[in-house]
């Protein structure tokens, strides 16, 4: 069964850290690209960044950029979104999801697996 697990989610702080995880079972990890996208309250779900099979990082959402960072781990099937000084506006659930292939790409179409999402809250 082809599955996607978020964890690593949970409250912080203003200015605070915290890594995400997704944990992918039933594929070969190797063989796709992996997103992340987050939904804030009231929002639409929006493309934070994406890691291809080979490594190459695109960071789509621009309140991310130097703040956050994408990795992933094939020998631990697992990929990371590492985010550093949070604020109020990054409150949301967080979700990864496979894409249909290699390549990244920031339509939600293009991704076929998702994760139930873990929250994160960023308050003081």
């Known amino acids: 069964q082809v599955q996607l697990v978020e964890s690593g989610g949970g409250w912080v702080q203003p200015g605070g850290s915290l890594r995400l995880s997704c944990a992918a079972s039933?594929?070969?990890?190797?063989?796709?690209?992996i997103g992340w996208f987050r939904q804030a309250p009231g929002k639409e779900r929006e493309v934070v960044s994406c890691?291809?099979?080979?490594?190459?990082?695109?960071d789509y959402l621009e309140a991310g950029k130097g703040r956050f960072n994408i990795t992933r781990d094939n020998a631990k099937t697992t990929v990371y979104l590492e985010m550093n000084s949070l604020t109020s506006e990054d409150t949301a659930v967080y979700f990864c999801?496979?894409?249909?292939?290699?390549?990244?790409?920031?339509?939600?179409?293009?991704?076929?697996?998702w994760g139930q999402g873990t929250q994160v809250t960023v308050s003081s």
């Open positions: 999801a496979r894409r249909r292939n290699a390549w990244c790409g920031r339509v939600e179409s293009q991704y076929d697996t």
């Open positions: 039933g594929f070969t990890l190797d063989n796709f690209a």
């Open positions: 890691i291809d099979s080979s490594g190459y990082r695109l």
